[in-house]
């Protein structure tokens, strides 16, 4: 990697954060995923004549850039969802990086020269996690049914965690060690999740226990940043999954954290790492396009068209491989689920089956293990597909992010999965359960007060009252002191009412942990008005 002084340092910085800035403002004008437009941008950098020379190294991407992004996809991910859909979940992100791994190593040693079946095992682990960024932006955007986007973003958390384990084993193989036996297979993949789990709940619960006695958001929003670098390094000092690890402490910290953030800090929070998540991202998919030059610079003895060739038709190979495993197991997915709920759920409609095999876009994450695979296997033997392993994922991140990015959102339209504008009936369920229950609160409150108070309750009450009226009816049908600091009060203990309300339907699962912040945040910000220099440092 080159040498920078540190202007050269800044000046590079804040040339990529310009290019961020303006490119994903670009991209959000013509509605396409930012991803996608950033890997192009930074494509097109690459191959300026004296372009920004930034080599992307693998330690950067497992311990600058994936933690944060995975806690942040943790926090946000609904404990209630993920644990409905975690047969499917584990039958992509454990049985598909098996069959896309044994897909690979087939096509790599029937079709590419100089692999064998082991070099293509490799790199079937390489380019196994996929990275849904920019699928699940498109399908929010879109407004996909909750069941596929659910099932995609936690794909995305569990895979990159078997997917590194197949590189691990992948490493083994090609360094001509003996080959692990099944029950050593089986008792490090148990290690690597269970390790990993155990060590991410741990440090949750410790970060739980220790902000019941902060309460400063700056302090807080600083340990919400530092966690998922502590978390990550610990998984992996046990030589357990840090990935794991990250994304463990993330879940539990998500649905604990209603009980330790005061309103401010979960507002301001949330601010934070929303820039965090877009800057990290940014950078992440830039730098992708900016690593072509390296990645060319490597490769002797292939006329470039050949080279392309061999990464098209792997890449068509990858999507074809994705798309048959989901059509051919998502009848085994519902029928364990039957088995073990004891319960049967509506089939998915082939067009969502479709759309889940269609976004298998792969990311930094792949690339990342491509790069991290050594020149060498040993003091003497190099590794002679070393700089073809890396080509070759990528043009599958390129062909799969590009083609697979831009033609998603037609294709949701096409197949009628788009949201046409319905109501969510979930939604507005929990919306009339908590204003129902500040009515009661107001109603009870109206009966106990003077009559000084009795007009600004009753203006109170005729306020919750019009709100109820304007909450569309889709869930099951309900029964019909000084003045102006006891309406402060009140104002707040209703609000405050509200939020025991809403966080009570969470506990009872009747409601998802992606509603409750929606209707959360609303509070926060009622909240935040009733006490507009509270926990401010």
Known sequence: MEKFSVQSIQLVLLGLLVMIAAVAGFARRLN?????????????????????????????????????????????????????NLISISMLAVGLVAFTVWVAAEFANRFLPEFDWRAGFLLGAVVSPTD??????????????????????????????TGLLALELGLELVRGDAAPTVPSLVLRMVWLLGGGIAVGLLIGAIIAWFEKWINDGPVEIMISILIPFATYLAGESIKASGVIAVVACGLYLGRKSVSFFSPDTR?????????????????????????????LAGIQGYSL???????????????????????????????LYRWLKGTARPAPRTAAKFIVGWTGMRGVVA????????????????????????????????????????????????????????TNCEEDEARRLIVQAAIDHLQLAREECDQEAEHAVEDLLHQYEHRMESISNCGEPLPGQSSSLYLHRLTLSTVQVERATLIRL????????????LLERELDLSESKLNPGANRA
């Open 32 to 84: 396409i995923s930012y991803p996608i437009v950033l890997v192009l941008a930074g494509l097109v950098a690459g191959l300026l004549p004296h372009p920004i020379r930034l080599e992307l190294a693998p330690d950067v991407v497992f311990l600058v850039f994936l933690p944060p992004l995975l806690f942040a996809a943790a926090w946000q991910t609904s404990w209630r969802d993920f644990r409905e």
């Open 132 to 161: 849904a960024v920019a699928a699940t932006s498109i399908a929010r955007r879109l407004g996909l049914p909750g069941r596929v986007v659910d099932i995609l973003e936690g794909e995305s958390l569990v895979n990159d965690a």
């Open 267 to 295: 507002l301001q929070a949330m601010s934070v790492w929303d820039v965090i998540n877009f800057l990290l991202n940014g950078l992440v998919f830039v730098l992708i396009g900016l690593q072509l030059p390296y990645v």
């Open 305 to 335: 068209k050949a080279l392309i060739g061999y990464g098209v038709a792997f890449s068509a190979i990858l999507i074809a491989a994705r798309l048959a495993w989901v059509f051919a197991f998502t009848p085994v997915s519902g029928w």
């Open 367 to 422: 690339l990342a293990a491509a790069v991290s695979i050594p020149y060498s296997l040993t003091d003497t033997e190099s590794f002679p597909v070393h700089n073809l392993i890396v080509f070759l994922t990528f043009i599958v991140i390129l062909v799969t992010l590009v083609l697979q990015g831009l033609t998603l959102p037609p294709l949701i339209r096409r197949l009628g999965l788009a949201d046409k504008a319905g």
């Open 506 to 517: 969470r506990d009872e699962d009747r409601i998802s942990d992606t509603t409750m912040r």
